[in-house]
């Protein structure tokens, strides 16, 4: 073996990914959605240094707290911004962000809306519990009309929003629905959307059994429901159908409601930056430098 050749590496162990222990109220819902995403990482073979964790404000976005490996718990709302800047500049990771609905919809939902219409690749993974958990039970942008909060004593009033046709709306490019109580469905998104070149979406339904426990029962076999897949005969290439798919109200379907390609914002700057390189080819970088100084002039 040569001196540069490259050491073949064993997977990671859960143990050596996990950082401290996740301090979620028992039954949450996000404690599923850790133990899978350590799972994809395993199966997927990436060591700390390939991967970035990024998350903003909220219970499920104390993600990178748990994960040991490169990331950020940023600042409330701004978690897309900011990771899209690590997609961009270290386009050799794969980068993931988690949040809940109130990071994801209200404070950031001016930010997931140019995220996905700019088409960063990367993977958003979205814990709705359709209620501020950290804060103590307030009206979040999914409650539904007439549910009880601190905020809304008498029940909402407001129109909840719906992630699904927001994602497809704004341009995202995978958009896809899961549950934490179905693991195997949750892992399949996740290795879907992480193949997934451009903003791969998830909505994964996480109950928040301390402050709005039995949310999403009626998609739970164990608890009467039904988990409904996506119709068979649905083509996830036609954004009308997936717009209107997605019209049922939460919990709908499960699976993936859309999938297109187009270029993604790193191809874009790649070519902005080629057709300036060539302007530039044979330069040293005093010259270039030089040159713009006296455009200045």
Not at 30 to 41: C, I, N, Q, T, W
Not at 60 to 77: D, E, M, T, W
Not at 191 to 217: R, V
């Amino acid at each position: 073996m040569s001196a540069t050749a490259e050491v073949e590496r064993k997977p990671l162990t859960k143990k050596e990914l996990a950082a401290d222990k996740p301090t979620w109220c028992p039954g949450c819902g996000d404690f599923s959605v850790l133990a899978l995403y350590f799972k994809l990482l395993q199966n997927r073979g990436l060591h700390h240094e390939k991967f970035a964790t990024v998350a903003g404000i909220g219970c499920s976005s104390r993600f990178p707290y748990f994960v040991q490996a490169h990331g950020a718990h940023y600042i409330h709302g701004r978690a897309l911004p900011f990771a899209t800047g690590i997609a961009v500049s270290r386009q050799d990771l794969d980068v993931f962000v988690f949040g809940g609905d109130g990071d994801a919809f209200s404070i950031g939902g001016n930010h997931f809306n140019h995220c996905a219409r700019k088409n960063v690749n990367l993977t958003y993974c979205v814990m709705d519990n359709n209620v501020y958990g950290l804060t103590k039970k307030q009206t979040s942008p999914t409650s539904p009309i007439g549910f009880k909060s601190k905020t809304d004593m008498w029940g909402a009033i407001d129109k909840p929003i719906n992630p699904m046709q927001q994602a497809i709306s704004a341009g995202a490019t995978f958009v896809a629905r899961t549950t934490h109580t179905n693991p195997k469905h949750l892992l399949s998104m996740m290795e879907a959307a992480m193949d997934h070149k451009g903003f791969a979406f998830i909505e994964c339904l996480s109950e928040c059994t301390e402050f709005y426990d039995g949310a999403f029962d009626s998609s739970n076999p164990r608890k009467g429901g039904e988990f409904k897949d996506i119709p068979e005969d649905h083509d996830p290439t036609d954004e009308n159908a997936a717009y209107a798919l997605a019209e049922e109200l939460v919990p709908g379907y499960f699976g993936v409601y859309y999938q297109i390609s187009r270029p993604t914002k790193q191809d874009k700057e790649a070519e902005v930056n080629a057709k300036f390189l060539e302007k530039t080819k044979g330069m040293e970088d005093w010259e270039i430098l030089q040159q713009n100084f006296n455009k200045m002039k």
